[in-house]
């Protein structure tokens, strides 16, 4: 059986900042990480090929650069890491993102062994959209289980996962039967590190190259063209300027009084 | 009648092949060790074993040490003795120590007896040590009392011996007993005296039995010897040759190359000189009364690590050298022959145990080595490291804070980008002095000292990235690898020859670490740089002792043991405040480490007393006002500590917040 993480390069959005002229991101020599919640996806894979000997498969849409992500997986003991690259990929939105992407998973579950779990994250750290694990899902026709905690259970033979979803508040439990698509929350698990030896055999392993003559996808459907969403603008709100209050280092005590009656004063604080 | 050529030649052939089968077993568990290069300067190293060895220079470092130092000169003096008992012992009469020139024989009979004395008030001095109060509880071992007790019977029997030979003497020759002894007395003291007492009709058999427990005694030390921690009396003499000359405050580099393996997890994975290191522990425990992590009652006992690897040793040795896979794992349960995991991330790398051993031993580098194994080749460490080691990758700072923010500390000052060419100094202003909201106040100190001065100095600002100290000491060396490699080429691309540091991680990084990556640089600590300053006059702090009151200061362990730095820090305080400062009970290369050394800054700690408790409680004790530091992690600690023992009105500064105080008010 094979499980399907799926992960994406994200620039480091801490170090991203926004150029006050042109309210555009500046990208310029911000490193590339992967998405973070990607790496949980990712972990809970192979946590899963740990227990049950499934095969794990890392995939990802992205520009050539994203095999630095993938080399990442391999390190972490993914068995098989496949770019999604191709100029007419480019400009996708979450529409034709997923279209692809449940394009290659589609292409892996008939050509190479039948896939049980797709993983992704609940969401990317730069689009925030949470829409491209669901949109795999309806398009492969999996069970969609999202924001999942915890894997309650998951039974091989009988075909059929149970998952704990972490909500605002609360907890649900739900089953479904395989195959099915998990995105995951951090809560899920703690990402293992990565073990010399297999970083560097994954710096000599081969990431495959998926491009659009592999996969053969109509190209109104992908990239810009397949892609009825844009980004027409980003910006940052204006922020007013802060005030200093105190001296907090060379005096704690009364910068501390200061401040609570600040916020007190604005009711702030739950009194 | 006495020596009977026909039962001692056999027992001592067997004696000697016992002891020589001990040893070449010793020998090729030494060799399974892999290749390490300890025969350059030769004599250099010779110069250190005599002064070492043989002038057991660590050894009388301590109280008892005299009395080790004459028990290992009176065994030197009595293998004469010894070689003429056996070969007596073999071919009686034929070879006497009485049938050398007078003028030979007077002298050396007479120290051969007073060496013996000597030797048996030393061992009495040891044995009522070990019994009132040992180093340690555990020294309290029927191995060291077996050996104080052999080597007691050994001299007692050669009291005996040549007592009644004297004896003999006197009532062949008919001498009158009086000017006889009185005579002997003056050859051989103590035997002369004891002969007197000795009744002339029980001679042979008091000859006799002194004769054969002289020889059983002998024999037995001989046979036992290479099987027991005494063993060190052959190889503590070659460890202090083979010592490594320079300080230990690096450790080698790795080649990461796909083949290649990581750390040690079995002992045969150490060097030859790390094994010969085991086998010279004399089991003294100066380097545990010294461990910080010891001491607060952690589970890391640097002795233990050596025994441990030495059982270890024995044990897998012949599995090993058929290649089998070892029997007793080296990282395990903690129990005889295994390290705990507990215990190799107890280490501070504080360097206090091999600043102790009287033989050189390296422990610190061996439980490195074994943090690497598990960082590198198992991924498996404390939890709260997974962070540190993402972020020294991903952001090159332990908080992961982005690295636009590195110039933040300075923004209220004047600062400048460091310029190929035109900048001299560069200020490496460290991870702390750049993120942590305290050392921020250290780091503006410095750069308003060095505007002061007059200094020309700049910095790297957002390129700036860790210099990997605590990865590298946390056995993380990929990526410290990964950082040296980063740093060195930016610092060669920018011309950077000479370096500031305000935290001594980073100095001695720079200055000792990198070296190893080729780069050479001009690398001075905050402190000797303030120092240098006064003494130029180029930094005026007038007198302002009353401002300060009592200070303390405290030396950090990659100033001082590391790097030999005691005196800059405490010059500088002695420049701002007038006078010099307080001492700790444990200070200079005795200092005891602030606890957040080896990356132990970035761990929990959950066994014991907390180190910096322990030494904040000391540094107490001279009531300060101050307490100086001239390190991040220190100041860190320390401020951490105070809080704990709720002490009040003591604070803690940096030496260059001291002299900043003192100069630019
Ligand atoms: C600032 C910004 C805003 C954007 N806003 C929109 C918008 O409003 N509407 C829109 O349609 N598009 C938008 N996009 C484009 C969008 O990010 C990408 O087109 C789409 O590929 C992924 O959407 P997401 O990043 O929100 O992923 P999410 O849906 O948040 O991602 C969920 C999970 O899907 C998987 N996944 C997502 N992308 C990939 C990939 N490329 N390869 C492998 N796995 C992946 C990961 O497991 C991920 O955790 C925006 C992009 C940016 C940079
Ligand atoms: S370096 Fe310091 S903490 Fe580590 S074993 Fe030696 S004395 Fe103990
Ligand atoms: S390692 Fe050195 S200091 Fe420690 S017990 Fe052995 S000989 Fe003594």
Redesign the interface.
């Known amino acids: 059986m094979l499980i399907v993480a799926c992960i994406k390069q994200v620039p480091?959005t801490?170090?991203v900042?926004i150029d006050p002229v042109t309210n555009t991101l500046v990208r310029e020599g911000i490193?590339f990480?992967v998405n973070p919640y990607d790496t949980h996806a990712l972990e809970e894979a192979l946590r899963l090929k740990d227990r049950f000997g499934c095969t794990v498969v890392a995939i990802s849409m992205g520009p050539p650069n994203a095999e630095a992500t993938l080399r990442k997986a391999l390190a972490l003991g993914a068995d098989r890491a496949i770019l999604l690259s191709d100029r007419v990929f480019g400009g996708a939105d979450t529409l034709a993102t997923s279209h692809v992407l449940s394009a290659a998973i589609n292409k892996l579950h008939t050509e190479v062994d039948e896939v049980g779990l797709v993983l992704c994250g609940k969401q990317t750290i730069d689009g925030d959209t949470a829409q491209v694990g669901p949109g795999i899902a309806s398009r492969l026709g999996y069970q969609q289980l999202t924001l999942v905690g915890h894997i309650e259970n998951l039974d091989l033979s009988a075909k059929r996962i149970r998952v704990s979803r972490k909500l605002e508040g609360r907890h649900e439990i739900v089953e479904a039967p395989l195959p099915a698509m998990l995105t995951v929350v951090r809560e899920l698990n703690?990402p293992?590190?990565?073990?010399?030896?297999m970083?560097?055999?994954a710096i000599?392993a081969t990431v495959e190259l998926w491009d659009n003559q592999t996969l053969k996808l109509n190209e109104q459907k992908i990239g810009l063209k397949g892609s009825p969403t844009w980004v027409s603008k980003i910006f940052s709100p204006e922020r007013v300027q802060g005030e200093i209050l105190g001296d907090g280092?060379a005096d704690p005590e009364g910068t501390a009084k200061l401040l609570i009656e600040k916020l007190l004063a604005k009711d702030m604080l739950p009194i | 009648m006495t020596p009977n050529p026909s039962i001692f030649t056999p027992l001592l052939i067997a004696s000697l092949a016992v002891f020589a089968w001990g040893c070449w077993k010793r020998l090729s568990l030494i060799m399974l060790g892999a290749p390490e290069n300890r025969f350059d300067s030769v004599g250099i190293r010779i110069g250190q074993m005599l002064k070492y060895a043989f002038g057991q220079k660590r050894v009388l470092a301590k109280p008892f040490g005299l009395n080790h130092f004459v028990i290992f000169w009176s065994f030197l003096i009595l293998l004469v003795a010894n070689t003429e008992f056996i070969l007596n012992g073999m071919f009686p009469q034929s070879i006497k120590l009485v049938k050398l020139p007078f003028e030979i024989y007077v002298p050396l009979a007479f120290m051969i007896d007073i060496a013996s004395l000597l030797a048996l008030v030393a061992v009495c001095i040891a044995t009522v040590r070990r019994i009132v109060s040992p180093p340690y509880p555990e020294a309290r071992s029927l191995d060291a009392f077996f050996i104080l007790g052999l080597i007691a019977t050994l001299m007692l029997a050669a009291f005996g011996l040549n007592a009644t030979e004297l004896a003999a003497i006197m009532i062949r020759s008919n001498s009158d007993p009086v000017s006889f002894l009185s005579v002997a007395a003056q050859i051989m003291p103590v035997s002369a005296r004891i002969a007197g007492l000795l009744p002339p009709a029980h001679l042979g058999i008091i000859h006799a039995g002194a004769w054969w427990a002289h020889a059983f005694a002998l024999l037995t030390f001989i046979s036992y010897l290479p099987h027991s921690k005494h063993m060190h009396i052959l190889t503590a003499i070659p460890n202090c040759f083979f010592r490594r000359l320079e300080k230990p405050n690096t450790q080698p580099r790795e080649e990461f190359v796909i083949g290649n393996s990581f750390g040690v997890a079995s002992v045969d994975r150490y060097s030859w000189k790390d094994l010969l290191d085991s086998f010279s522990c004399t089991e003294c425990g100066r380097c545990q009364n010294v461990c910080p992590a010891s001491i607060t009652g952690k589970p890391l006992n640097p002795r233990a690590v050596v025994h441990d690897i030495k059982v270890n040793l024995l044990e897998n040795g012949s599995l090993l050298k058929r290649g089998e896979r070892p029997l007793t794992p080296l990282i395990g349960e903690g129990g005889e022959g295994s390290i705990s995991e507990e215990s190799i991330w107890g280490c501070t790398t504080c360097g206090a145990c091999m600043e102790a051993c009287p033989v050189f031993i390296e422990q610190m580098p061996k439980i490195i080595r074994m943090r690497r194994h598990l960082v590198e080749t198992e991924a498996r460490f404390p939890e709260e490291l997974l962070n540190l080691f993402e972020n020294m990758e991903g952001r090159s700072n332990p908080w992961g804070i982005a690295p636009s923010e590195r110039t933040k500390w300075c923004a209220h000052i004047e600062t400048r980008p460091f310029e190929k060419d035109t900048t001299e100094y560069l200020f490496y202003v460290g991870c702390a002095g750049s993120f942590d909201s305290r050392s921020k106040h250290v780091s503006t100190a410095v750069a308003l000292l060095l505007d002061k001065a007059g200094v020309s100095w700049g910095i790297l600002g957002k390129d700036e990235k860790c210099c990997g100290d605590s990865v590298r000491r946390l056995g993380n060396e990929y990526v410290f690898d990964k950082l040296a490699r980063e740093n060195v080429a930016l610092f060669a691309a920018k011309g950077v020859k000479k370096v500031i540091t305000q935290c001594p991680h980073c100095f001695s990084t720079l200055k000792n670490d990198y070296r190893q990556y080729g780069l050479e640089l001009e690398v001075i600590h905050h402190s000797e740089l303030l120092r240098n300053l006064v003494q130029d006059g180029r930094l005026n702090p007038g007198t302002k002792t009353a401002e300060f009151g009592n200070m303390v200061f405290h030396d950090s362990c990659y100033l001082g043991r590391h790097n030999d730095v005691y005196d800059a820090p405490r010059e500088v305080i002695k420049a701002a405040t007038g006078s010099a400062p307080l001492e700790m009970e444990r200070s200079r290369d005795n200092a005891f480490c602030c606890g957040a050394g080896g990356g132990r800054m970035w761990m929990e700690e959950h066994t014991g007393e907390r180190i910096n408790i322990n030494r904040v409680n000391e540094a107490i004790k001279q009531q300060p006002d101050t307490i100086c530091v001239a390190c991040p992690y220190c100041l860190t600690m320390f401020e951490d500590g105070l809080k704990d023992v709720k002490t009040e009105g003591v604070r803690v500064r940096d030496v260059a917040e001291v002299m900043a105080e003192a100069v630019l008010r």
């Open positions: 480091d801490t170090q900042q490193p990480i703690r293992r590190y990565p073990k010399v030896p970083r560097l055999a000599e280092y």
